[in-house]
Each structure stands twice: as structure tokens, then as C-alpha cells.
């Protein structure tokens, strides 16, 4: 292994040697290699920020905490001037931009071009507040990392000792104002409602300000003193809507680590949210959400309704080839939707995030069709789902999503019930895998339930449905050796 990597080191080696030459020629607009080389993740950060010493504290931290705590303790340092800022705006302005760094792994341009600038402004009262000025390219952060870099900017000017912003009513309205124009401009993930805006702006401790993006300006509330510009600011109207309100249960994790005070709004925020999105998921159950059908693209397929019967049916774990906020399915499941799904595809889903990227699992069930001719089965094989695929008639059932149960964890979820799994099947008692009905009753027989390959569907047939079913087959029904036959049509 060492080998390895030490022929990468210095195959890099030599290949930077070749571009120092290059440059020297004259023939680019630079004579210098501009892409420094990282070692790992902190070293990134430092090179994109241009802050030294930075990486070393970052690897002390990570080693303690989860990368999220370590965007935010990293601000004790800041603000103990262990790498050289002496004044405040400087201060917040090295640390949120190290924050979001740190957050988006180096490899995005928001830390940088996403961040126009950090102020510290005065509220009526004569006390200092921290306004953060976002632009565009922000959108590249993400949604975490966005509502994130609010929370490092709060827990920063809380240690430097500078009050919460204390917002006029007309910017509020502002607010409201400006989000829902933009809206209208490029059309967000999630339009908040006034009353949704209201909350963040009047409880948020940090100022969530802008530079222009667009060419329209606002109509109402212009020229107000604390807002510098009419023209609508498209890195503000993201960091709210697709950051603060769809990324609060992340916000209030940290926030419940950090022991911070002055954000429980966000569970206000959340229950706002839920109440527009549908019923609350509470203790007894939980229950559908249509926010992934909304502002749907014509020509897009659905594939299931919200938790409706024949819809994908969950199933926890993961696969050697499905990696972070993925979703695996059967290979002849991709072939019975037609093929609109494929390796790589990013399917928006019902919970627990706003998409997963789609891979091929052969171990999970894959889909039940009934064909042309009447018959029901469950296609667990790719080769013959293409084969059936202009077959098929209807599907009855489109077969087990593999999410992680990480997924679930990272957006601060609850745990949604699953199917009955083989995985479950031998934590019960289950041995080996039974080939036929007759080795699934010999495990029966053994102590062991059903193996979930033989349960069929019947959860999604209600019991009055069933007893229709029952009584029927025993008055019109007949046995023919080892068949039973039953009139098509009743």
C-alpha cells in the first residue's frame, strides 16, 4: 500500500514539475500553477482560504468531534487570535469563511465567492450586531452549510461579545417582500410563508443580508437605511428559504450539542413547517408528505405516492456500491419502470432527505407485476424483468428501497417503519434461505416464521378486503388437484 501511494506522490511530483515549466514559458495568463496541492481535508481548507496554521487545528479537532462541533469550536481560536486577526469584522469574517470551508470539504467556491463580506452594524439601541452579506454563489454550499454558517456567525459574535440583531418591522416586511420576488425569478426548493419569514428574521441573532443577484429591484419597502441596496438579493432569499427553514432540524442538533441558547424559534419553525407540509409526524405513527410532488417538472415520472400500498418499500442498510444519500434498487425494478431510472440518478424521495442518488442492489426484493395473460409475480432477476418488461400489464408493486439508516440520522429524521426483510427474518430465528414453499413451511415447522419472500403483499390489503377475498374462494372456489380455480370474472 505504501507503494502505492508513494508512486502517487511521485507521479504528482513530476507532473507538477512539467506545469512549473509550462507556465515559465509565458505562454498562459499566469507563470504560476495556480491549484495547490492538499494532502487531506484540512489541508484543502487552508490552501482555499489562505489562513496558516489553520489546517493543524482543524486535525486536533476532528480527531475530538464531529465535523459540524468542529466548524463552530474553531471559532474559540479566532477569537483568541491564535492566527493573527486583531479586529472583529476580520475575526468573524476568517471565521465563518473557515466554517463553511471546513463544511463544504474545500471543493466549492462559496467559502470564498459565496461570502461577499461580514459587517458589524448598530442596532437602534446603540448596540453592535453582525450582518453577513451573501451572494450567489452560495447556492453551492448547500443547504447545511448555508444555515450552518449562521450559527458559526452567532456563536463567533457571542464570544466577541456583540448583541443579536434587532430588526425594524419595515425590513421585516422587506424580507417578505424580496424571498417571495425572487421566488418569482429563479423559483426556490421551498417558498416560506410570510408568517414563516416573520419568525426567522424576528428571532434570528444574526443579520441575514445580501449583495444584489438581479437585475429587478424590490417595489415596496425600498430605500430603507439599514439595507443598502433596492435590487433583490438572491444569496439572502437561499440562506433563509432552502437553508434556515429547510435545514432546521440540522440548526437544532448542533445547537442542542453546543448548548446554545436563543434558537429554540427553530422548533416553532419546524412545527410551521410540518403543520403546511401535512400532519405532524408525532409518536403514534407517521405519516405522509407530498412536499418531493410539489413544483413537479412536466414529463418527470412518479413512481409512488406518498406512502401509498405498492409504493417502494423501505428496507435499512447498505450496499458496497451505494454511498452517501442513496437509495438502492433491484436492477429489474430500473427495467420495469422503463428504464427512466439508472445508475447515477438522482430520485426525489419522500423522506428522510430531499433526494437519494440511485444503485443497483441484487439482495433486496425487487418488483410484483401482473402480465398481460393474468399472472402475478415478483421479478427478481434483471435478465428476465427485461425480457417481461412489454409484458407486463400493471405493477402491483414496485419493490424495497435500501436507505441507510444514517440518512435518517444526518437529517435529524425518525425512524420510519420498514418491511419485513430477510434481514429481519433471521434476527427471528431464521436459517439459510428457503428456495421453495416447502423449505419456507419446513422452517415454520422449526420455530421460524414465514421467510418474507412467501408473505406476498398482504399487508396492503385491508382485512375487510381479505375476508371478502376468504369468503368468496370457499363458496365459488374448487380444487383440481394441486390448483384452485376461481371464477375470473364474479
Given at each position: ?347 426525489k424521495t419522500e423522506r428522510p ?12 426484493q425487487g418488483p410484483t407485476v ?13 435478465k428476465k424483468a427485461r425480457e ?103
Amino acid at each position: 500500500m505504501q507503494a502505492y501511494y508513494d508512486r502517487l506522490n511521485n507521479g504528482l511530483a513530476h507532473a507538477m514539475e512539467v506545469a512549473v515549466a509550462a507556465r515559465k514559458t509565458g505562454l498562459d495568463p499566469e507563470m504560476v500553477v495556480e491549484i495547490p496541492i492538499a494532502n487531506d481535508l484540512a489541508d484543502r481548507v487552508e490552501a482555499q482560504v489562505g489562513i496558516k496554521g489553520v489546517a493543524a487545528r482543524i486535525r486536533e479537532l476532528e480527531a475530538e468531534m464531529s465535523r459540524e462541533e468542529a466548524s463552530l469550536k474553531i471559532g474559540d481560536d479566532f477569537v483568541a487570535r491564535r492566527f493573527g486577526e486583531t479586529e472583529k469584522e476580520e475575526i468573524l469574517d476568517h471565521t465563518i469563511r473557515t466554517s463553511m470551508a471546513l463544511l463544504t470539504e474545500g471543493v466549492v467556491s462559496a467559502p470564498i465567492e459565496g461570502i461577499a463580506k461580514v459587517a458589524v452594524r448598530k442596532n437602534d439601541d446603540g448596540t453592535e450586531y453582525l450582518s453577513i452579506y451573501y451572494a450567489g454563489p452560495i447556492r453551492s454550499a448547500g443547504g447545511t452549510a448555508q444555515a450552518l454558517s449562521v450559527l458559526v456567525g452567532d456563536y463567533t459574535r457571542r464570544l466577541l461579545g456583540i448583541n443579536r440583531y434587532i430588526p425594524r418591522p419595515e425590513e421585516i416586511e422587506r424580507y417578505i417582500e424580496e424571498i417571495r420576488q425572487y421566488n418569482n425569478i429563479m423559483s426556490l426548493q421551498y417558498l416560506p410563508s410570510p408568517d414563516e419569514i416573520r419568525l426567522i428574521i424576528q428571532n434570528c441573532p444574526v443579520c441575514i443580508d445580501g449583495e444584489p443577484t438581479e437585475k429587478d429591484e424590490v417595489s415596496g419597502y425600498r430605500n430603507l437605511e439599514r439595507v443598502e441596496t433596492n435590487t433583490v438579493r438572491g444569496g439572502m432569499a437561499l440562506v433563509i428559504a432552502e437553508g434556515l427553514i429547510l435545514k432546521a432540524p440540522k440548526v437544532l442538533k448542533n445547537v442542542r450539542k453546543m448548548k446554545m441558547d436563543g434558537w429554540d424559534w427553530l422548533e416553532e419553525l419546524m412545527h410551521s413547517k410540518s403543520a403546511g407540509d401535512g400532519p405532524e409526524e408525532e409518536e403514534i405513527g407517521i405519516h405522509p408528505k407530498d412536499k418531493f410532488l410539489r413544483d413537479l417538472i412536466g414529463g418527470r415520472p412518479v413512481f409512488a405516492y406518498p406512502m401509498r400500498k405498492g409504493g417502494f418499500r423501505l428496507v435499512y442498510g447498505r450496499s458496497r456500491n451505494t454511498g452517501l444519500a442513496a437509495g438502492g434498487l433491484h436492477p429489474a425494478t430500473l427495467h420495469i419502470l422503463g428504464d427512466f431510472l439508472a445508475v447515477g440518478t438522482q430520485m426525489k424521495t419522500e423522506r428522510p432527505g430531499k433526494a437519494a442518488g440511485i444503485s443497483p442492489v441484487d439482495s433486496i426484493q425487487g418488483p410484483t407485476v401482473m402480465l398481460i395473460n393474468g399472472d402475478v409475480l415478483r421479478i427478481d432477476d434483471a435478465k428476465k424483468a427485461r425480457e417481461l418488461s412489454p409484458q407486463v400489464a400493471s405493477i402491483l408493486d414496485v419493490g424495497e428501497i435500501l436507505i441507510s439508516y444514517g440518512e435518517f440520522m444526518e437529517n435529524n429524521h425518525v425512524l420510519a417503519p420498514c418491511a419485513y426483510c430477510e434481514a429481519w427474518w433471521h434476527l427471528e430465528g431464521g436459517t439459510g434461505h428457503p428456495e421453495s414453499e416447502e423449505e419456507a413451511l419446513v422452517c415454520c415447522e422449526n420455530g421460524a416464521y414465514l421467510h418474507p419472500d412467501f408473505t406476498l403483499l398482504w399487508d396492503d390489503v385491508t382485512p375487510a378486503k381479505i375476508r371478502i377475498l376468504a369468503d368468496y374462494v370457499s363458496t365459488q372456489g374448487t380444487l383440481s388437484g394441486d390448483t384452485l380455480k376461481i371464477p375470473e370474472n364474479p
